[in-house]
């Protein structure tokens, strides 16, 4: 066999060539002492080749990129031949389990890399991460989605003069190719400054999954990992054909000029121009309807599914090419 692959240990446990384990990472205790397990799925296969990590739920509310990491294990696409699959589908399993955006001690985890050995808990947390799995770690794909009733169309985020990000944004295949800036003591920031290949995956909404989302992300890793040549998977993908990526070079946000009730007549990906009536917000009572109007051309790569707004509320994430 050609670059026969060799065994691979992560938090103390040896994985043997073609071998699948699940392994516990454990670095905190609730208040009530009760463990808390995060489960790490590994599987290592017989050739050698990179190691590709993919993790979701760093936010415990963004459910949709949590159900993407299942539905590839479930369905045995995380197997390589070729190199090594890491999943964590639920990072922020005390989120998760609550269904809140924060870690128990109220902070944003993914504000808290590269964390601290004697941090807080979030902060503690982040140091395992960093030191126990990203050291093992050549590639990685972060699972997102948008905040709160805010449905984000799907799209990778990568910084901008990074040829080899922007390819492989372009193999993922999303409907955006987003330029966004790392923010600060992000998981993304913290691991490209240790030189790993981030890919930032936003889709859907909070407690939310929803199908389309959930087929673009797992096409979108079968896609990086043929690329990469860890599996062959020109049949599955034969059914999924590419789609140029749209890039976005700039995005901002068009608000609500007046609070009510908002009903949006629009699609997530949409391509709208100037003056376009995108949706309408009114009171309760009858009494005025407001038409929203775009006050400038571009693409709705991200819209507020809340159907009450308050003036200065963010309607549409609009992006331009």
């Not at 590709?52 to 590839?72: F, Q």
């Not at 909070?206 to 673009?216: A, C, K, Q, V």
Request: hydrophobic share 40%; glycine share 10%.
């Amino acid at each position: 066999m050609k670059n026969k692959n060799t065994p691979f240990t992560m938090l103390d446990t040896e994985i043997k060539p073609g071998k699948k384990a699940v392994v516990i990472l454990d670095t905190a205790r609730l208040h009530t002492h009760n463990q808390i397990e995060v489960p790490v799925i590994i599987e290592h296969g017989k050739e050698a080749g990179p190691v590709l990590l993919l993790n979701a739920g760093i936010h415990g509310n963004e459910i949709n990129g949590v159900e993407i990491v299942r539905n590839l294990i479930a369905k045995k696409l995380n197997k390589p031949q070729r190199g090594t699959v890491i999943c964590i589908p639920a990072l922020n399993v005390f989120g998760f389990l609550n269904q809140t955006r924060e870690y128990p001690d109220g902070k944003d985890l993914n504000r808290m890399f590269p964390g601290a050995k004697n941090g807080s808990l979030a902060s503690l947390f982040a140091w395992h991460i960093m030191n126990k799995v990203l050291p093992h770690v050549d590639y990685c794909i972060d699972f997102h989605t948008g905040g709160a009733n805010r449905f984000n169309s799907s799209q990778i985020r990568i910084s901008k003069g990074k040829p080899e990000l922007l390819e492989l944004a372009q193999v993922f295949n999303p409907r955006f190719i987003v330029y966004a800036p790392d923010r600060d003591k992000s998981f993304r920031q913290v691991a490209t400054q240790l030189g790993k290949k981030v890919l930032l995956f936003e889709g859907g909404k909070s407690l939310d999954i929803h199908n389309r989302i959930t087929m673009r992300g797992t096409t979108g890793i079968m896609r990086v990992m043929h690329h990469l040549g860890m599996r062959d998977f020109t049949p599955e993908l034969a059914a999924f054909p590419n789609q140029e990526p749209i890039i976005i070079g700039e995005a901002t946000w068009i608000r609500a000029r007046h609070g009510g009730m908002f009903r949006f007549q629009v699609k997530d990906g949409s391509k709208v121009e100037k003056g376009d009536i995108i949706g309408s917000i009114s009171d309760p009572y009858g009494r005025f309807e407001h038409q929203v109007k775009m006050p400038e051309g571009g693409y709705i790569i991200g819209l507020n599914h809340a159907p009450i707004v308050y003036q200065g509320d963010a309607l549409i994430h609009l992006g331009r090419v």
